[in-house]
């Protein structure tokens, strides 16, 4: 791991009083990220708060990122920054590294999942994280996310 899960694990601990280890993913759900966002860390808070208060003239979304780079920057530029995914975690990477993906309920601690991974080789589905309640507090939280998305898909550039 890297080291910024220190980090976010003592925010985590400060502001909820909870162990990380011990701690479902609902619980980080309402425990953490309905908190106010001025006090959780980066990692968690809206993409749209890291933007500068510039003028852009690309709106990209992540998946297109490296193709649509290549236009703006250049081929060896794009390929430098850009050509190798930091930090995915998409199916078909748990595909080319032959995990499996196993079915979970959101209330099963971190560190039970940790152990399952450990001694078979399975990371749980996005999927089985989310249920009703969850999938409306993570639209209400990251509601800034969403309606940035859905500008980008309705037209690319901003204006």
């Known amino acids: 791991m ?25 619980e980080f759900v309402y425990s953490y990220l309905t908190r106010c966002s001025t006090v959780l860390d980066s990692h968690v808070k809206p993409q749209s708060r890291h933007l500068l208060p510039v003028r852009y003239t690309d709106a990209i ?24 995914k930091l930090n995915a975690t998409t199916s078909t990477d748990a595909d080319k ?5 196993e079915e ?15 001694n078979n080789d399975k990371l749980p589905s996005s999927s089985s994280f989310l249920n009703n309640q969850n999938i409306q507090a993570i639209k209400d939280i ?3 996310d969403y309606d940035l998305i859905e500008r980008i898909q309705g037209g690319g550039r901003s204006s």
């Not at 694990?9 to 993913?25: D, R, V």
């Not at 590294?97 to 993906?101: A, D, M, Q, W």
């Open 61 to 84: 979304l992540l998946a297109d990122l490296s193709d649509q780079m290549r236009h703006i920057i250049g081929e060896k530029l794009a390929a430098s920054y850009f050509g190798k």
């Open 2 to 26: 890297r080291s910024g899960y220190r980090r976010i694990h003592a925010n985590f601990e400060k502001i909820t009083g909870l162990s990380p280890e011990k701690t479902t993913f609902n």
């Open 104 to 118: 979970i309920n959101c209330d099963i601690p971190s560190h039970e999942l940790y152990r399952r991974f450990v």
């Open 142 to 144: 990251y509601a800034e």
């Open 97 to 101: 590294n032959n995990l499996v993906r």
